[in-house]
C-alpha cells in the first residue's frame, strides 16, 4: 500500500488480520496489502505475531494494530458506508451483523471487534438534504429503525 499522508489507525485487542480480511471479502475496493509481525515481545503480542496489517477500506488506507485489551470501541468512531439500494444495505448489514456483530439503531450495528459501522442509503441523505417537513419525516422515520429501510424512508418523505 502506498501511504498516504493520513492513514486511519484502528486498534484491536488480536484481530486486526481477522478483520481486514472479513472487510476485504465483505466491501468492494477493500484489500489486505501488508502484514506486519511484531519483531521482538512487546507489551501487547509476542515476537513473530501479527502486530500491524495495512489494508483498506472501499478506498480509504487503514493500519490496524494489535495493541491488546487496553482501549475499547466506542460509536465515537464509525465507518459509514453509503448505500444506493435496499440489497446493498441489507447485504452489508447482513455480513456485519451475521458475523458476530450486533444490531444499534439508526443504521448504527458494530462488528464483532468492536468496530461501529453505519451502514446509510444515500435515500436517506437526500431525504434530510431536502430540510424542512420532509426531512423531519425522514429523520423521525430513521430514529425508529435498526437497519434502514428504504421504502419506509420514502414513505416518511411523502408523508405517508
Known amino acids: 500500500m502506498s501511504k498516504g499522508k493520513n492513514t ?32 521482538s515481545d512487546n507489551p501487547s503480542t509476542k515476537a513473530g505475531a501479527v502486530l500491524t496489517v495495512e489494508f483498506t477500506v472501499m478506498g480509504i488506507p487503514c493500519l490496524g494494530l494489535n495493541g491488546g485489551p487496553a482501549f475499547k470501541h466506542t460509536e465515537a468512531f464509525s465507518m459509514q458506508v453509503t448505500t444506493e439500494d ?16 450486533e444490531e444499534s439503531m439508526c443504521g448504527w450495528c458494530r462488528d464483532k471487534w468492536g468496530i461501529s459501522w453505519q451502514i446509510t ?14 426531512g423531519k419525516r425522514a429523520f423521525e422515520a430513521m430514529m425508529e429503525m435498526k437497519k434502514l429501510d428504504i421504502a419506509r424512508i420514502e414513505a416518511a418523505v411523502r408523508g405517508e
Open 121 to 134: 442509503p444515500r435515500a436517506l441523505s437526500q431525504a434530510m438534504a431536502q430540510g424542512g417537513e420532509a
Open 8 to 39: 486511519v489507525c484502528i486498534w484491536y485487542d488480536t484481530g486486526a488480520e481477522e478483520a481486514a480480511n472479513f472487510y476485504a471479502a465483505t466491501f468492494p475496493d477493500t484489500r489486505v496489502t501488508g502484514v506486519h509481525r511484531a519483531p
Open 86 to 101: 435496499q440489497e446493498e444495505t441489507d447485504r452489508y448489514w447482513d455480513a456485519i451483523v451475521g458475523n458476530g456483530g
